[in-house]
């Protein structure tokens, strides 16, 4: 690969002139033979690979009103050309959400449709050939699925839906990403994404519990697999072991010690990832979160509590009640089941940033905000925290619970601009199933429109620390940040500034 | 009654019923299909009445495009609210009597066949001149802009220049919905204007045009927010958990 380099940041932030097959060679790995099979899907392209993809392409818009409705509905009005941040990055013209979606449009006109089947150059219709099915690889792997188009879309159009199709379909027809289908893989082998195994849990976590104890002299506790404790922790796997993530459970550690709540994680559900999501397999997607229904049974607790993580929170909030009935509401046997143990006047599953904010209302917790007066803090908002979910009891909650903890434990904070926060947040550049070391040139260039409003900030007001609730966003900016000359430490998660600042030893 | 006019008479005919049969069967489809998964971009309404209004502001007033582009707002929102107007000053050729808002309106749909003109025009140089637009712009959708663009001089050049005799149009159109055939006007002009338009009628549940149903049954704009409220179930997926 040739050297990886920042593009220069944008004095005026305005549209990039395009820059037409600037990414066309951008791929990640294809997954192999043995990673398909292990998750039930063909191992290789084999004959009739086109019949094949166009029945599945049939059955998704028979069972999905979105990827149905998107098809027809676009205009090319170009609304949301200009909002991807790898359009913004790579200039490349096939990154804008509306010529992305039209990778498959074209595709659907040319099998679904009548002007289609007749008129093709007309409408913009052509065949599922080799070289555009190899074009969807390339380009359906160069979404985040962060959704930032559909705010701007007219008709709600989310190419996030589009992608996810996309990835089923080349799946279906054995032409899986490597990197996300062997962490499929691993979660369902392992219980995490990362395949740490059980025993190397307790030891980690057990290791937690000295640095903690040296740190505070306090006797924090990290407990695993404990029937019976109120809460269950569900958090990505990164939380173990993974700079900063850690930091945060460090910090989730500490909000249950101080509340003096019993809470436990669980070796099965050891991730809150799901990464089904990504690849828009639903089957794969309930697959991965009934392993947490089944911790939580097992484990008998009150409540379940999602850490840190922008998709995982997605899937969560927007998609357990649905999948395997972690929620309210349900009436059927398979719902009441679950929801007949949890804890009703609490909502479930619970953000862990909800959970801190309702202690800090309550009065629960108290904090040494001076100790985080070396940091001047902005907040990232996360994509699938901000377009794909809420937090708390009313609409926009993702944002400012968030911001409410972080002005309760540090006394310096600054916003970002406003066209790149709340529901028009910039993804980090690495979400979606995209988080893999040979996908990084693309990586870095998604990154551009965050780093320069980061850029702004920390020239002019001083910031030097970024916090996020996503594991992928601060894997992603450890990662990039050097390439724009900030430092790799400088982004960092919420709980690792409550971490810093909450006061220990005694509650009641 | 002329042979044209028969020919406009069956051509009208033939367009109602693929305008009105074709985008039932596309709401029906549409209808039909689940929406297995909770998608509203969020922040969204918690409630179906904040649902209703999220809908109304995006249908009456554009709002998630005047976020993403002024400029195709301006064209777009004018073009449509012209549109909206000029139809229903239209409204006084099937109508008898007139209704009293139609009435009231007739000259302000002269004004909007002005601005639908002026929306389209600016619609398509920014389809021209804006590199990105043009990059994503098939021939359908310039055909579109000029049809509708055609369909609006030809319209206005009756009213100005080529003038017909709108009594006899009335009269021609009400006998198309008794099944009492009238005599059309022998006039180029209307043979333009009413061919484009019934060209318009058949293209629409085919094509890009669908996106005035389709915003309604949009699950990133029609859903409430209340994932951890009530269990959202497809059909589809509740046979999953019978396994």
Redesign the interface.
Known sequence: MAEVKAPPLREFPS?P??APGAMDTSRPYVASDKIQTAIGFPGELSDSWEQRAIDHMGAL??????L???M????????????CHYFIGTQD?KN?P??RQ?LMRSVYRRYF???GKFFP????ARDLTREVLDEWYTYYNQCSEC?RC?????????TA?VTMAAKEILDAVGYGQKYTNEIIGKVHKIGNNLGLPGPALADTLEGLEEDTKEETGVDVRFPLDEKGAEVLLVTPSADFFAEPHVDSLIGYAKVFHAAGVSWTLSSKASEAGNFGLFIGN??QL?AIALRIREAALELGVKRIIVGECGHAWRVA???W??LV?I??????P??VQLQSQLDPSV???THICEYTWSLIQRGALKFDKEANDHRVVTFHDSCNV?????MG????G??EIPRAIIRAVANKYVEMAPETTH?KTFCCGGGGGLLTDELLDLRVKGALPRMEALRAVADGQGVNFMATICAICKAQFTKVLPYYGFKMNMVGGVHQLVSTAIRLGTHS | MSAVGIVFALLFYAATVVLVVGLAVRIADYARTPAPLKIPTTPAPVTRGGVALRMAREVVFFESLFKGSVWTWIFGWLFHVCLALVLVRHLRYFTEPVWFWVALVQPLGILAAFGMAAGLAGLLARRIVVERIRYISVPSDYLMLVLLLLIGASGLAMKYVFRTDVVAVKAFFLGLMRFDWQPLPADPMLYIHLLLVAALMIVFPFSKLLHAPGVFFSPSRNQADDPRESRHLAPWAAKLEQR
Do not use: W
């Open positions: 549209p002139p395009l818009l028979g069972k999905y009103r979105s149905k409705v998107f027809d509905s676009c205009v090319h009005c170009g609304a949301c050309a200009d909002k013209p804008m509306v010529a039209e449709t009548l002007p150059r007309i409408v913009g959704r559909s705010v701007f879309c007219p008709y709600g159009i989310d839906e639903y089957e309930r909030y927007s998609f009640n649905t009935g929620g309210a509401g349900g009436r059927d398979f719902a909502r479930q599953p901000a377009r794909a979910s809420r009891d009313f609409p926009g993702q944002f529901e």
